[in-house]
């Protein structure tokens, strides 16, 4: 029987419903972190993501590490951009650049079972995956990969 135009348990329906539909995709979420590192003329930036894997935490996953390099010109026109696959937990990136524009990479975790998020001082030793080198050409306006020094 109807109760003042509602079914009876419709809130218990809704909540049901919320339920299988959270379920169904809780294995399309992932975790994704980054940032921005900008050139010391703020005319480039490198925009790294680190993609956890769909549907699970972090911890020794493998993580996928995506390296943007865009010209700082309002359009963020691309210049570079490459993919890295790596195994690690807490997996995180840091950028350094010179004066003419080129630019190192680092990519690396703290090993198992360690996350960091505090200060530069108190930062656990570093598990290097991989360095990277890029070199800015300033007449093409393109970055080439260069073994890392």
Known sequence: MFNGGHLPHQGSLGLLLLLVLALAF???????TGGFVDSPDKKLRIYGRCLGP?????????????????????????LFKKEFRVRGEDVGWDATW?????LSVVIYD??????????????????VFRKLFYRFDSKTGTFTEQPAK
């Open 54 to 78: 769909l549907g699970r935490h972090f911890p020794f996953n493998s993580s996928t590490v995506r390296i943007t390099i865009v010209a700082n010109d309002g359009r963020e026109t691309t």
């Open 98 to 102: 010179d004066q003419s524009n080129n």
């Open 110 to 127: 703290y090993g198992k079972g360690v996350t960091f998020h505090g200060l530069a001082k108190d930062e656990p030793p570093r598990r």
């Open 26 to 32: 809780q294995g399309c979420s992932r975790i994704v």
